[in-house]
């Protein structure tokens, strides 16, 4: 059979957007989830193909694309705003008498609303990387199958295979940013109330880790395949397991490929030993969910962390060299002033190099989204296509909220953006002044030459600082 993998999430940038904005990561954001279902349904002896809604004009575009695939099966995998677009997209599908499929966050979490369109002939709830083939082996078989499927959970995940990159992105975004991106576990052992429960109906309550040699693996083999210079990791948090990190890191230095890479974090899990290792085997940047400079906000969304770990966190990154986003999350119910004043003291205590201001959306199926259909706080006007940051600061969607007084704040926080990352720059040199790895004269010149490219990116100052780090003082006089 073949399989038409379809990715609608264009709530944000819309129809023909694709690397249209290369410093927009929506414009270019590989869905590695349906990568890694099409190479599975590929290693069961299937075809695959991809539609990308962003890479198309419209729904006329659409139509031909299912038309000139030839494929027998739509798969449609997408989030709360994605799902207008998926629901259009099937339905069209339908019309032209291919079999539809839908799977992905939305779906698991509103299956019953997903079926009741009646535009899919079957919904996977949770993981489809076991479900879907066996699925599909049904359908050729002629056995009778549900519409509504509750996915299995996958046992060992080093039996996935490596995701299959269509060359949509392989033209696009791997051989142009020499960078690919991998899942290395399936979970999340955090209670956050923005978040939770999704993702354990996605994967389950208990964590699956793939072992160190698997993802060493899989970077030679991109390194080797591609000549990629770089990789993210994109699980929601790479240091849950600790010995896990440590032992890849070790045998990353020892490989001495010369790669650099990013990971995501909890403030928490953020370790000195990890996070040197990490350092000397490439790590560059990691993006951290400090989510607030408020003890409260911390406490009233589960977070499970405090803002000393938040400190100690950022501290920890300064030290090593490495770089980091700081990830704050406002428009919580119960948000007041003295917050966005402890987050934005924070930020300001810290100098993050890079901040993310990020609106709350209370996603459905979150203990927040509960929350707040429960006690009536929700825009009931709005459609799932409105749970979408950019759209919500426009026109708000929890009624308690003062979106206003985020709007200022926001203007505050990000105006600070370039004056910290300047700060930055003298914390991670004057750290490897200390540790001797430069001189003082050394730091110096390189703090002039990162004022000089800021404006040319993180990535570049980064890079610099991490030649200096692994190749010693020696290589400012190239």
Not at 13 to 25: E, K, L, Q, T, W
Not at 129 to 141: A, F, K, M, R
Not at 318 to 339: C, F, S
């Amino acid at each position: 059979m073949k399989i038409l993998f379809t990715y609608s999430g264009i709530s944000n940038i819309g129809f023909n957007a694709f690397y249209r904005r290369p410093d927009s990561v929506d414009s270019w954001y590989i869905p590695i989830g349906i990568c890694y279902l099409a190479s599975t349904m590929v290693s069961k002896g299937h075809e695959v193909d991809l539609m990308d809604l962003r890479y198309l004009a419209g729904y006329d575009e659409v139509e031909r694309k299912i038309l000139s695939s030839g494929c027998h099966m739509v798969a449609c995998s997408f989030q709360s705003p994605g799902a207008k677009y998926a629901y259009e997209v099937a339905k069209i599908a339908k019309r032209l008498g291919k079999i539809t499929v839908a799977g992905g966050i939305h779906p698991t979490v509103l299956p019953d609303e997903v079926a009741g369109t009646g535009w899919f002939d079957h919904v996977v709830i949770g993981e489809g990387l076991v479900s879907l083939p066996q699925l599909v082996d049904s359908l050729e078989n002629g056995q009778p199958v549900e519409q509504i499927i509750q996915g299995q959970k996958v046992v060992n995940l080093d039996e996935v295979p490596f995701p299959h990159y269509f060359p949509l992105y392989i033209e696009n975004v791997i051989k142009k940013q020499k960078l690919v991106m991998m899942f290395t576990s399936r979970g999340c052992a955090g209670r956050c109330t923005f978040c939770q429960p999704v993702a354990r109906k996605l994967f389950g309550k208990k964590i699956v880790f793939r072992t160190a040699d698997s993802i060493i693996s899989e970077v030679l083999h991109w390194q080797q395949t591609f000549g990629i210079t770089k990789f993210m990791l994109v699980d929601d948090t790479f240091l849950t397991k600790r010995s896990l990190v440590r032992e890849f890191t070790t045998k990353l230095v020892a490989l001495n490929t010369g790669l650099t890479w990013t990971c995501n974090a909890r403030a928490n899990e953020i370790e000195e030993e990890t996070l040197e290792l990490m350092a000397k085997s490439g790590c560059s940047w990691i993006c951290i969910g400090f989510e607030s400079g408020s003890q409260k906000i911390l406490d009233l969304t589960k977070k499970g962390t405090t803002v000393e770990q938040n400190c100690k966190a950022a501290a920890l990154c300064d030290k090593y060299g490495i770089g980091y986003t700081a990830n704050i999350l406002v428009g919580i119910p119960g948000e007041d002033e003295e917050d966005y004043r402890a987050s934005y003291a924070f930020i300001r205590e810290i100098s993050a190099p890079v901040v993310s201001y990020n609106w709350f959306v209370p996603y459905p199926g979150t203990e927040l989204f509960d929350y707040c259909r429960e006690k009536g706080l929700l825009n009931e006007k709005l459609s799932w296509d409105d749970y979408e940051m950019n759209k919500i600061k426009e026109e708000g969607i929890i009624k308690s909220v003062d979106y206003k007084m985020a709007g200022r704040w926001e203007k505050k926080f990000l105006g600070k953006n370039r004056w910290s990352y300047v700060k930055v720059i003298d914390k991670s040199l004057l750290a490897l002044v200390e540790r001797g790895v430069i001189s003082s004269a050394d730091h110096q010149r390189l703090r002039k030459l990162g004022k000089r490219i800021l404006s040319k990116g993180r990535w570049l100052y980064v890079t610099k600082v991490r030649r200096v780090i692994k190749e010693g003082a020696a290589w400012l006089s190239r």
